[in-house]
């Protein structure tokens, strides 16, 4: 049974060894990827969080800067990722003081022959890692939970809703 | 109060504005820091990993190079890093199948006026993502959950465990 | 008023957040961008470049090497830029030693949704930033100055001439 | 006369050829640079960008991040430029209304065999095409200029101040 | 005669400056390109990487990522590359322990105005060079060699056998 | 015997698993390393090379900014290597027309726990992947070959002279 599951693992060839899929006779179509995550923070780290966003500080601009840039790298961390001109990006960041976590979503579009799923799961990891680096030293117990993808929409093989 | 809570974000000046902090006048000392975390996979993902772990389409030998590769970028990533040579990184990824998970860790040691924490965590982090990605054409629905610091030695702020 | 201006800042959304704008809907067009920019140096540093560039020690080959290699990577240095496949990239570089200065003149072309402005905006202050690395065990005085676009062609917002 | 000129061009050989400068026998010494630079921008631009510091669509947020990180890279852009780790980084982005410009200072420190000088001026060239970017859709006249080296301590070649 | 043999080196103008050469006016194509080279190891060596593929310490799965990883990555090294989004890439090596050397084939897919040698030929660099890098404490007088084009298909120059 | 020879793979653990080696122990001594290889060329290409370097169109120039910037980036290419701040680099470039090659060497230095010889090696193949880009359209059978360590010095496996 091994067997046959190691067939559906598409980035390696019949012998086993990784490739780049080839997207060669895949159609260019348009498509939408959703990923959402979250960091769970000490009620002192959200207070500052808080304080930055309205006033000075600001963590969460921050972060979502370091997001839609790593977004555009995906290619160069992800080993057999494909590279992707994006046709847009956007990362929201929101405090929920009452759950003790701040929630990233990063959706990224694109036309293209792949999907852009990892580009939108790296935006949301990078972005809540940054919020680790600036809280960290009121915080070192934070922890980076729930990554995954909300929604994908276009490519052949349909849309996807967690 | 919010006032002083943002006192205690050190990556903003007096001013509000992000900045990367001065180390100037910190000691080198040696350094280690460990990070964990893990995604959570179908029972046909996990089959999928583990037969090619065993045989063929080694997913955690891809996962665990694009980890160490993007400890080494860590200060690409996250805007207000360091760029820290390191002394040594490695990424250990296991299969917990009765738990439905994979779990990586990551342990990296400098001598240096800053730690490594982000370096770790960031190690974790992409290593997977590299796994979704290349687990994605089976499963979707994989979650990556629970990334921490797990432990911290050296600096000036002593040893720290989760 | 300032609401109203804010509206303008393209590269926010309503809340106030950066994005990357969202090109989904635009055109492909053929597009141009030409900007120009100078380095002002003192005789002897002009002098020494221009020693090189006829004989040996040549600065602006590095230059325009840089300049070049920059371009490629602008969407890497600038946040809420879209990465953009370019048709071709051209940087000249002229000493104009009567009035103490190089002038840098890029010229990029993309087909694309976007233009190319940031592109060649790039590519000229790299380039003449490389010029003063190469010129500074002469001349720490030198000064960058005057880079603007000259002019843009392609694209929905019409031609622009400086 | 050129003879003895091309000779203090350091970063390059007595054939000519570019190289990266020997720093083996520098001492490792603390050291501190200072450029500045500034943007010329419409009423209408400086407007945009005053209006969003204050409340939403944060410019200057967007471009110190973006300088920052440029700094860390700049000896991937400046091809003779040696990598330095550094102790630290700021940027200060400063409205000037009533002169119509915005003028960035970037402070950037190390110890180590070389100076930041380099690093320091790319943090300044960044941040100004970064506001460029964000604001260009309102104004396409906006001219950087003035961009120099405000001073500089540490290294053998002494103190230096514009 | 120089004269005229320089003209055929289209990445420079007429003026001898280096370019990035134009294709505005290339037509989009699906091309096809595949490099090989080789390094040759010492007995022990290769025993080394033989027992790794096989069991465990697995050289040439690093190394094809790594080759992988570079190809997307070409353009950021060669100067005057055009940056090319890829349909796919893969690499096979191959240990020929009776003529004591592991060879490296690189195959390299696209749709695009302009080739894919270099990304052929960088990849197989790449794979070759982690290859030492990873066999250097047994052997360092490995030799990397016959790096070059075996084929290449699609572009306005025709199909190309070596 | 197998076993014993994938002890001597030092860039894996004792589980066959890839790790960046701990150097935490080691010395930082002054360290030096040499690499060479070079490019078959047609008589064709070699004359428009040398054309170039006398007159216009500097091959050999750009090749040696590109192979320069490589060497600095030699740790984001490597997957194993440790990221090291360098001392001084050179590359020479030498028609050797007589042979029909150009021949490349590439000198690193550094003071680190770790020696340069993956650096110096790959200043070499970048170079001479360069001369290859620039060359390709007079010919496309040029032939990239022995690239090796040279020699090396400092650390505490002791000199080497190939």
Redesign the interface.
Known sequence: ???E??Q??????E??????????DKQVT?RRAEAV?RIRVSP?AM??V???TV?????L??A???G??????T??????????????????LKEVPEKGYIEATCVV?N???TGV??EA??GV??AL??I???????D??????????AE?TGGKSGD?H?
Chains 1, 2, 3, 4, 5, 6 share one sequence.
Not at 55 to 59: A, I, L, Q
Not at 132 to 138: E, G, L, N, S
Request: charged fraction near 30%; proline fraction near 2%; aromatic fraction near 4%.
């Open positions: 049974m091994a067997e599951q190691v559906k693992l598409t980035h390696f060839d012998a086993g060894d990784a490739i780049m899929v080839d997207v060669s348009e995550g002192e207070e500052a808080m304080a930055g006033k000075k500080g600001d963590v601009g921050v979502r800067v370091a839609i840039m790593a977004v555009k790298r290619a160069e961390l992800i080993p057999l990722c494909h590279l992707l001109p994006l046709d847009s990006c956007r990362i929201d579009r036309h293209g022959k799923e990892m799961l790296t990891s990078v890692l940054t680790y680096d600036m809280c960290k030293a009121i070192k117990r934070m922890v980076i939970e729930e990554i995954h993808l994908k996807f967690f």
